[in-house]
């Protein structure tokens, strides 16, 4: 019995991605109300950067924020998924082990880095499955 529900629901495992799309559309809803367009915020993670020692921090600060945005948009609807995937991984793989990591940030600060983080090598890794512009639906 529990191996014909299990063979069901294998039918619908091209589809399991769309369920973790979502995820970065709810990341992207997240992040344009709370502000990320606005300058003060390029500003205040241009302060973030310049502690950590980045060279030119308001450009990297400005590329970051449009990369994840973008990034966003991108593996949401599905269209070149692995390449949107790459600025993801660095951007958040950059934010665990440059920002969190040193300032001593534990999994409850850190975990929607983290997820975002996997989600990005998962999506690199697999591509963006079967409804997505990559597939043509």
């Known amino acids: 019995m529990i191996f014909k529900m299990l063979d069901k629901l294998n039918s619908f495992k091209d589809y399991a991605s769309v369920v973790l799309r979502l995820v970065f559309l709810y990341y992207l ?5 709370s502000g990320i367009y606005k300058p003060s915020y390029a ?6 950067l310049t502690g950590l020692g ?3 921090p308001l450009f990297f600060s400005y590329l970051g924020i449009w990369s994840v945005v973008i990034g966003y948009l991108l593996l949401v609807i599905g269209y070149k998924a692995r390449l949107a995937a790459i600025p993801l991984i660095i951007y958040f793989g950059v934010a665990i082990f440059v ?3 040193p300032e001593g940030h534990g999994v409850k600060e850190s975990f929607s880095a983290i997820i975002l983080f996997i989600l990005s090598i998962f999506f690199f890794i697999n591509g963006p499955g079967k409804p997505s512009v990559d597939e043509s639906f």
């Open 99 to 101: 920002f969190h990591v």
């Open 29 to 33: 809803f997240t992040s344009i109300s």
């Open 54 to 56: 980045f060279p030119i």
């Open 43 to 48: 500003d205040k993670f241009a302060e973030n």
